[in-house]
């Protein structure tokens, strides 16, 4: 038996770690609510686009900010962003929007705006009656939840992640979008001291969603 009644888990990597799939099944398997933060860059991305608001507009970009109200939208395990009533779709995952998204989430104002809301997931996870909150992203385990009871780190070699994106019949610039994420200045993409590395590069999904699980429930039985 579960000791604990609700636990955090931060799951970090770079584009195409296997982060999405890793998430769902935990989610799944332990109810845990799932929210996916790259989802949230890439709403406010479509948006930012949309507006034809320019990654340059530094501060300026706090006016247009205020304009978006944010809610969050649950399916099963799986929590989504709203945007003015809009429930983000597939256009997120365009390759206008790939191209686009790590320019915008390198804007400290975007990451500010949207830190509370990410923090926030946890109060809507408990009061919803789930057994936890699974978050992935890239700075979950360094920045949103530093205390979380178990940080991952996924990686998995970069030759590996094109082949699933293609897999998937995807186009994305992987190796541009993690050197972004790695350099910008706030919340880089990195390894949260203390957290646990899973290289996954020669594993299959079941094998990591089972070592995976195995360190979830250790964590509960604490
Ligand atoms: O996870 P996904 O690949 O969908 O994320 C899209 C982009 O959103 C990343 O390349 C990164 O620039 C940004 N992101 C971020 N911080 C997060 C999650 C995503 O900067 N916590």
Redesign the pocket.
């Given at each position: 038996m579960p000791k604990k009644d609700f636990i955090i888990v931060a799951i970090?990597g770079?584009?195409?770690a296997g982060?999405?799939s890793t998430s769902r099944a935990l989610s799944k398997h332990f109810n845990l609510m799932h929210v996916?933060?790259?989802?949230?860059?890439?709403a406010t991305?479509v948006k930012l686009l949309e507006a034809k608001v320019p990654a340059e507009a530094g501060p300026a970009l706090n006016n247009w900010l205020s304009s978006l109200k944010l809610g969050t939208h649950i399916d099963g395990t799986s929590a989504s962003i709203v945007v003015n009533d809009w429930i983000p779709d597939s256009s997120?995952?365009s390759e206008k929007?790939?191209a686009n998204?790590?320019?915008?989430?390198?804007i400290p104002e975007l990451?500010k705006f949207?830190l509370d809301y990410?923090r926030n997931q946890a109060r809507i996870a408990r009061e919803k009656g789930f057994a936890g909150l699974v978050?992935?992203?890239?700075?979950?385990g360094s920045?949103?939840f530093p205390d979380a009871d178990l940080r991952l780190y996924l990686y998995a070699d970069p030759a590996k992640r094109a082949a699933r994106r293609a897999a998937e019949g995807l186009t994305?610039s992987i190796e541009k979008?993690?050197a972004?994420?790695e350099n910008?200045k706030t919340?880089p993409?990195s390894v949260p001291e203390g957290a646990t590395l899973v290289d996954s590069s020669e594993l299959t999904l079941e094998e990591v969603v089972e070592h995976v699980s195995q360190l979830v429930s250790e964590v509960q039985a604490q």
């Open positions: 970090d770079g584009a195409a982060k999405s996916d933060t790259g989802s949230f860059y890439r991305t997120i995952r929007v790939n998204v790590s320019h915008y989430a390198a990451r949207l990410q978050m992935e992203g890239r700075d979950i920045v949103i994305d979008r993690d972004m994420d910008r919340a993409l």
